[in-house]
């Protein structure tokens, strides 16, 4: 069982930045991936990025790509998502959530734990 719980959210300006983090209970957070997602209100849950196990490999959808990144502290049992240029299309709440399979890393349905999100508004 691993609970995951997000911090760092908040109304920022256009341009902006703010990182998220992800705390997980457990200590075999080192073997699940660890991917971000967002759902903006009115929109269905969608996938943001992605980190695998030791951090080696990360993946990204394209409208982040270049202005989001995606890290981990497996000794603090923590993912973050440092977002940069920020635009008001970023506006959603933000989830964290975990697989230990490493597949489609891209689809809900594929991760077994879940956070509770925390609110990310963009102003223009």
């Known amino acids: 069982q691993v609970q995951l719980v997000e911090s760092g959210g908040g109304l920022v300006q256009a341009g902006g930045s703010l990182r998220l983090s992800c705390a997980a209970s457990?200590?075999?957070?080192?073997?699940?991936?660890m991917g971000w997602f967002r759902q903006a209100s009115g929109k269905e849950r969608e996938f943001v990025a992605a980190i695998s196990w030791s951090g080696g490999s990360t993946y990204y959808t394209d409208s982040v790509k270049g202005r989001f990144t995606i890290s981990r502290d497996n000794a603090k049992n923590t993912v973050y998502l440092q977002m940069n240029s920020l635009k008001p299309e970023d506006t959603a709440v933000y989830y964290c959530a975990a697989q230990r399979r490493g597949s489609n890393l891209f689809r809900t349905g594929e991760y077994d734990y879940w956070g509770q999100g925390t609110q990310v508004t963009v102003s223009s």
């Open positions: 457990g200590r075999t957070f080192s073997t699940y991936f």
